[in-house]
C-alpha cells in the first residue's frame, strides 16, 4: 500500500462485509406495493428512483409518506423491511476473522454506509455490534457516499487523517473514487457480478487485506504501537 503503513481501515456494508438479502427483499416487495397503493412496477421506480436518496438520507417513513403511506402504514413497512434486513446483517465468511486481525494488529476499523434506518435500529443485534470504532449510517447523518463529508466524518470518529486510512467496498455509489477524492486509499473487493470500472487494487476475499494493508508484525509489535496510538474499546 506504499510506505506509510495505514492507521485504519473503513468498510462499506451491503455486498462487502454482508450480503444483502435480495430475495427475501424480492418476496417482501409486492405486499409493500400493495399497502401504498401501487403496483409492483410503479412501486420498484419509486423506490430506487426519486425515494432512493429520500429514504438513505432520513427516516423511511419520509420517503413513503411522499407516496402517501399514512404513519400506520409505514409502521408495517418498516416492521417488514426490518425482518428482510435481519437477515442480511451477518458477516460473510472472513469478514468477523479479517476484522479480528487488523484489529489485533493495531488498526482503527471504520464503517461508511449507504443504508436505510432499519440498519442502525437492528445494529446492536447483530454480530457487527462491537466490531467498530467509528459507524457512519447514512440515514443517521444525512449524507450519502461519495459526498466527501460522509468519509471526514468517519475519519474524525477515527483520530486519523485520510492519507493514514484505506476504504475497502463493492465498489457501489462511486465510494472507491469518492473515498480517493478525499486523500484515502481505496480497495476493490471484486465479486462474481462485479460490475465497476476500478484501475485501483483490487482483492477477491476480504482475508486478502491482511497481507495488503497489515502484513504480520514481530511478536509484541503492532502498527498501533508503532503508531503511538492509543484507543479506548
Given at each position: 500500500?506504499?510506505?506509510?503503513?495505514p492507521?485504519a481501515?473503513?468498510?462499506?456494508?451491503?455486498?462487502?462485509i454482508?450480503?444483502?438479502p435480495?430475495e427475501?427483499w424480492?418476496?417482501?416487495?409486492?405486499s409493500?406495493?400493495?399497502r401504498?397503493?401501487?403496483?409492483l412496477e410503479?412501486?420498484?421506480a419509486r423506490w430506487y428512483g426519486?425515494?432512493a436518496?429520500?429514504?438513505?438520507m432520513?427516516?423511511?417513513?419520509?420517503?413513503?409518506?411522499?407516496i402517501g403511506?399514512?404513519p400506520?402504514?409505514s409502521?408495517e413497512?418498516?416492521?417488514l423491511?426490518?425482518?428482510?434486513?435481519?437477515?442480511g446483517l451477518?458477516p460473510?465468511p472472513?469478514?468477523?476473522?479479517t476484522?479480528?486481525?487488523?484489529?489485533?494488529?493495531g488498526?482503527?476499523i471504520?464503517?461508511i454506509t449507504?443504508?436505510?434506518?432499519?440498519v442502525p435500529?437492528?445494529?446492536?443485534?447483530?454480530?457487527?455490534?462491537g466490531?467498530?470504532?467509528?459507524e457512519?449510517f447514512?440515514?443517521?447523518?444525512?449524507?450519502r457516499?461519495p459526498?466527501p463529508?460522509?468519509?471526514h466524518l468517519?475519519?474524525?470518529q477515527?483520530?486519523v487523517?485520510?492519507?493514514?486510512?484505506?476504504?475497502?467496498?463493492?465498489?457501489?455509489?462511486?465510494?472507491?473514487a469518492?473515498?480517493?477524492r478525499?486523500g484515502m486509499?481505496a480497495?476493490?473487493?471484486?465479486r462474481?457480478?462485479?460490475d465497476?470500472?476500478w484501475?485501483g487494487?483490487r482483492?477477491?476475499?476480504?482475508?486478502?487485506?491482511?497481507?495488503?494493508v497489515?502484513?504480520?508484525m514481530p511478536?509484541?509489535?503492532s502498527?498501533g504501537?508503532?503508531q503511538?496510538?492509543?484507543?479506548s474499546?
Amino acid at each position: 500500500m506504499g510506505a506509510a503503513a495505514p492507521r485504519a481501515v473503513v468498510f462499506d456494508l451491503w455486498n462487502t462485509i454482508a450480503e444483502w438479502p435480495a430475495e427475501a427483499w424480492a418476496e417482501v416487495r409486492p405486499s409493500v406495493a400493495e399497502r401504498v397503493g401501487l403496483t409492483l412496477e410503479e412501486f420498484d421506480a419509486r423506490w430506487y428512483g426519486d425515494l432512493a436518496h429520500v429514504r438513505e438520507m432520513g427516516p423511511l417513513a419520509d420517503a413513503l409518506a411522499v407516496i402517501g403511506a399514512s404513519p400506520e402504514t409505514s409502521a408495517e413497512i418498516l416492521e417488514l423491511r426490518r425482518d428482510v434486513t435481519l437477515q442480511g446483517l451477518e458477516p460473510v465468511p472472513g469478514a468477523g476473522e479479517t476484522i479480528a486481525a487488523l484489529r489485533e494488529r493495531g488498526l482503527k476499523i471504520g464503517l461508511i454506509t449507504v443504508c436505510s434506518e432499519d440498519v442502525p435500529l437492528l445494529w446492536q443485534e447483530t454480530a457487527f455490534h462491537g466490531l467498530f470504532d467509528a459507524e457512519v449510517f447514512s440515514c443517521s447523518v444525512g449524507l450519502r457516499k461519495p459526498d466527501p463529508r460522509i468519509y471526514h466524518l468517519a475519519l474524525e470518529q477515527l483520530g486519523v487523517e485520510p492519507g493514514e486510512a484505506v476504504f475497502v467496498g463493492d465498489g457501489a455509489n462511486d465510494e472507491l473514487a469518492g473515498a480517493e477524492r478525499v486523500g484515502m486509499k481505496a480497495i476493490l473487493l471484486e465479486r462474481d457480478d462485479t460490475d465497476v470500472e476500478w484501475a485501483g487494487r483490487r482483492i477477491r476475499a476480504l482475508p486478502e487485506l491482511l497481507n495488503v494493508v497489515a502484513p504480520a508484525m514481530p511478536q509484541g509489535q503492532s502498527l498501533g504501537h508503532r503508531q503511538n496510538d492509543t484507543r479506548s474499546g
